[in-house]
């Protein structure tokens, strides 16, 4: 199993980006799919999440409204549109896939929001 995020960066508050974690090694379409995020100090934060045919998703309160979730699993890839970027969601975003009851996860990106 592989999970390889991309996308974070350095993005001023009010902005946006889009994250992308590619998936291999595993049936992708067949599983949950969940983005976390830690910031400096504090523990592992779950901030969303997508069902295996993406129709129902699920998010921390404190994104709701700003951040989607989404995923192609044509190119086994999952994705997080964040807009509307605040100084507090400054953090490494990790992908996350838990099969067979195993926790798999990228090497995160980092994403800071700060003018």
């Known amino acids: 199993v592989q999970l390889v995020e991309s996308g974070g960066g350095l993005v001023q508050p009010g902005g946006s980006l889009r994250l992308s974690c590619a998936a291999s090694g595993f049936v992708f379409s067949r599983y949950y799919m969940r983005w976390y995020r830690q910031a400096p100090g504090k523990e592992r934060e779950l901030v969303a999440g997508?069902?295996?045919?993406?129709?129902?998703?699920n998010y921390v309160d404190s994104v709701k409204g700003r951040f989607t979730i989404s995923r192609d699993n044509a190119k086994n890839t999952v994705y997080l549109q964040m807009n509307s970027l605040k100084p507090e969601d400054t953090a490494v975003y990790y992908c996350?896939?838990?099969?067979?009851?195993?926790?798999?996860w990228g090497q995160g990106t980092q994403v800071t929001v700060s003018s």
């Open positions: 997508i069902v295996s045919a993406g129709g129902n998703t």
């Open positions: 996350n896939a838990r099969i067979i009851l195993k926790d798999y």
